[in-house]
DNA sequence: ATGCGTACTGACCGATCGGTCAGTGGCTGC
DNA sequence: GCAGCCACTGACCGATCGGTCAGTACGCAT
């Protein structure tokens, strides 16, 4: 028996949680999960129903974590450039910090499968969405008229994310200033999201 | 057999590529595609060495359709703002017509395992990433000083893989206005990224 | 002491996994 | 006619899959 201070079946969710997010849910058996929380396989059966049910319940505290981040979100000090940069830092320290939440959850987007269900990382995403876009619409802020807050939501999370799946290319990148850190990312993301690429006339 | 003008390789390799793209390679046993291509689970093995050999046979072409059409990127007419949008539209309507190259390449990335290799995958997507941003630095605009090609490049593609990754989600979304066809997608992200949020001051 | 629920295990189940192999039928060159 | 190659198959292999079950050890209320 593997010694731990958390109980056997703390260590198999989160043993599961950290498998399923690295290699899926085909990716991963039963024999895994018991092996690396050190406990027999049919004591991962005595606390959980099915591998199914196992893998939903990880995706729900996924789920969980995940958006509880964004509902913690409100109203930020300072004026609209600073709200938004401190957005983006917080999204980008939120996933960093939230690594394996954020994999099960993106993780179920490529997953694509004709379903017409919508599972419980959409609602989530969707969710987040939502919640991100309502922040930015409640700005207030005087935007030009073809500007669509939810599009903008859109490209915001969408480079935050691409970031986060990417990361490990970046270090081999030629261009330096990609290799950002959060800070420094959300202000240049924010600054061309705000002025874009070109220079007033 | 099913009867098919394809050969039997032909039919083996294409289902192998469509299933490998909707459910991975865990998710995908040599019986399932034996059968959806019609043919025994021995033949399978004759035209592949391996489950993997077979899989990365099919990433490989994969990584070889979704670059082809990157090469093919070349100058286009117009000025900046015509160029950026048929290069967006060009990247949306690639992605729409070869959803399953986009998949097995795009799903490679979030097979994250700390794995310090490079795979095919992670060089493609590179690769294709440095040939948009050698298009936008070569169109020598003049952009303002702080802004960077390759970060630029970043979010014009993750804002369309993101876009291609959640067209299922698309459907039931409140603003009519993320719901937009390739042009119109493209003329939205190119306003965006030329000119920013803001209102002129 | 005894009864009971809970945590846990090793042994086992049928099914399926990736992969092998001997063999068959057809086409081609000689 | 026949040897040789090639596409292809059914039967089979050991391993592993998700899942079950009888049984054990332990804590706790009575």
């Known amino acids: 028996m593997v010694c731990s201070t958390e109980t056997a079946q703390e260590r198999i969710v989160a043993v599961a949680q950290r498998l399923f997010a690295q290699h899926g849910f085909d990716g991963v058996s039963i024999n895994d999960i018991a092996a690396a929380a050190g406990v027999s396989k049919a004591n991962v059966f005595h606390h959980a129903a099915s591998k199914a049910e196992l893998y939903d319940r ?60 919508q599972g419980p990382a959409d609602r989530c995403i969707g969710a987040n ?23 903008v939501t859109r490209v915001l999370l969408a480079v935050s ?34 002025h874009g690429m070109l220079r007033a006339d």
């Open 129 to 151: 969405l939502l919640r991100v876009q309502r922040l930015l619409e409640a700005d207030g802020i005087a935007t030009r008229p073809t500007i669509d807050a939810a599009f």
């Open 58 to 117: 990880v995706l729900q505290e996924a789920c969980a974590v995940f958006t509880e981040g964004y509902e913690r979100l409100a109203a930020l000090p300072g004026d609209f450039r600073q709200r938004l940069v401190a957005l983006i830092e917080w999204h980008a320290r939120h996933l960093r910090e939230q690594p394996q939440a954020a994999r099960l959850v993106l993780r179920e987007l490529t997953a694509w499968s004709e379903k017409p269900v």
């Open 161 to 194: 994310w691409f970031r986060f799946q990417t990361q490990h290319l970046e270090a081999r990148v030629q261009s330096r200033r990609v290799r950002l850190r959060d800070r420094e990312f959300a202000e240049q993301l924010a600054d061309l999201l705000l």
